[in-house]
């Protein structure tokens, strides 16, 4: 078995390896990474010579993915899912046993508009969850925001 550095590989080639083999299709691949036809090509032809294997093989007038890009897909899907995990792009939020703390910062009128539905909904879908209200008073949104770390601006109400 040849040894592969991940140094030596570029990571892009996963999400267009992933696409490919969804896709069985180099233009559409290129359509759904927003990428040219050209570039996708370029990396087929890359990911060919770093696997040693065709990936997609025409037959007739049908693409049909070859025995190790078949094998590859279902663990690259899951490899790429944990990574999209890792940088909290597909973590999913359950309200429901969530046990973090909000912090808003508003004006009273928007504390006064927004504060009872906002409650009322949390205790019921959100029940373990906090929240921390702070005042925000003739300050620009993004510095009340930004000094007060809040979760969500709603300071930007007019007070």
């Given at each position: 078995?040849?040894?592969?550095?991940l140094?030596?590989?570029?990571?892009?080639?996963?999400?267009?390896?992933?696409?490919?083999?969804?896709e069985?299709?180099?233009?559409?691949?290129?359509?759904?990474?927003?990428?040219?036809?050209?570039a996708?090509?370029?990396?087929?032809?890359?990911?060919?010579?770093?696997?040693?294997?065709?990936?997609?093989?025409?037959?007739?007038?049908?693409?049909?993915?070859?025995?190790l890009?078949?094998?590859?897909?279902?663990?690259?899907?899951?490899?790429?899912?944990?990574?999209?995990?890792?940088?909290g792009?597909?973590?999913?939020?359950?309200?429901?046993?969530?046990?973090?703390?909000?912090?808003?910062?508003?004006?009273?009128?928007?504390?006064?508009?927004?504060?009872?539905?906002?409650l009322?909904?949390?205790?019921?879908?959100?029940?373990?969850?906090?929240?921390?209200?702070?005042?925000?008073?003739?300050?620009?949104?993004?510095?009340?925001?930004?000094?007060?770390?809040?979760?969500?601006?709603?300071?930007?109400?007019?007070?």
């Open positions: 078995m040849v040894t592969v550095l140094r030596n590989i570029d990571l892009n080639l996963l999400v267009v390896l992933d696409a490919l083999l969804t069985k299709h180099v233009t559409r691949t290129g359509a759904r990474l927003h990428l040219s036809q050209p996708i090509s370029h990396s087929l032809s890359k990911l060919r010579v770093l696997l040693d294997d065709p990936i997609l093989i025409r037959e007739g007038n049908e693409v049909v993915l070859s025995a890009a078949q094998n590859i897909q279902t663990p690259l899907r899951e490899i790429l899912s944990g990574i999209e995990t890792l940088f792009k597909s973590i999913e939020f359950d309200a429901a046993s969530s046990q973090r703390t909000f912090q808003l910062a508003m004006s009273d009128y928007g504390a006064a508009i927004i504060l009872p539905k906002l009322v909904r949390l205790r019921s879908e959100a029940p373990n969850t906090t929240l921390v209200v702070t005042q925000a008073v003739g300050m620009r949104c993004s510095n009340k925001w930004h000094r007060a770390r809040s979760t969500w601006p709603w300071e930007c109400f007019p007070a």
